[in-house]
């Protein structure tokens, strides 16, 4: 299985989140998994222009990495998101390639992989952005398995994943294996997904019935 993993922090594999996020590849890694990491700095992808063209056309017109990435998550069995608390949400490095997946979530392209997310804070309130992560990867069309989230308190060299959680965080890594080895299916991820399939079957039927230039399409399981 591929893992690739994206960190929204200009801290890296260095920072708390790449810390974490490194217990949960040990653990994907024991079951065999080949893991490789992309880290948003900030610099590497652009904000969304909002010019429509990625639901047109099914590319963004920015030279910029995105695209180079969005084709590792397409190749990708399992995809884990990895963020800091920033003020009770991603950081604004992860926000930014969110929105650029708009196309991706119109058309549920990552239907059939698994998912997973990472999440350290100084202080706490992870959950809210566990939640909005964990949707993210749904209405993408991945089933999120699991997700692990730590206080860390500030940054540094000598920070520690603590110890409670990194038996959890390496866990995590074989559970998203395991999960997708036997295409584990989950009742709640398909209601989710259902309705949005719908949803997107609606709009993309309505933007074609008024403009040709679409070349979109929902994917069905
Ligand atoms: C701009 C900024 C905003 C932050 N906001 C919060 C916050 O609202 N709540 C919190 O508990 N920690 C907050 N923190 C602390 C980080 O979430 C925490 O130190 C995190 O583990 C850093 O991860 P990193 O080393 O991977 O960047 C913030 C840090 C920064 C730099």
């Known amino acids: 299985m591929k893992i690739l993993s994206i960190i929204g922090s200009p801290h890296g594999e260095r920072g708390n989140t790449g810390k974490l996020l490194g217990e949960v590849l040990k653990g994907a890694e024991s079951e065999g998994a080949a893991c490789e990491t992309i880290v948003l700095r900030g610099d590497s992808v652009k904000p ?33 998101l990895a963020t ?29 992989k698994y998912g997973a997310c990472v999440v350290t804070s100084g202080g706490g309130h992870e959950w809210p952005i566990v939640q909005y992560l964990n949707h993210f990867l749904m209405v993408s069309g991945a089933v999120p398995v699991d997700a692990v989230w730590a206080v860390m308190g500030p940054t540094g060299p000598d920070t520690q994943v603590p110890e409670k959680n990194r038996e959890q965080a390496f866990s995590s890594g074989r559970t998203l294996v395991r999960a997708w080895e036997e295409k584990r299916r989950f009742a709640m991820v398909e209601k989710v997904q259902e309705e949005h ?5 609606e709009l993309i039927n309505w933007c074609l019935s008024i403009n040709r230039e679409f070349r979109v399409s929902v994917a069905t399981p």
């Not at 030279?63 to 998550?73: A, N, P, V």
Request: with cysteine; hydrophobic share 35%.
């Open 48 to 80: 969304c222009l909002g010019c429509d063209q990625c639901h047109k056309k099914g590319r963004c017109p920015q030279k910029d990495e995105f695209e180079s990435i969005k084709e590792k998550m397409i190749a990708a069995g399992g995809i884990i």
């Open 197 to 201: 399939r719908k949803r997107m079957q």
């Open 84 to 112: 800091p608390n920033y003020i009770f949400n991603v950081s604004g490095q992860l926000k930014v390639f969110i929105d650029r997946c708009s196309s991706l979530i119109h058309c549920m392209a990552l239907d059939g």
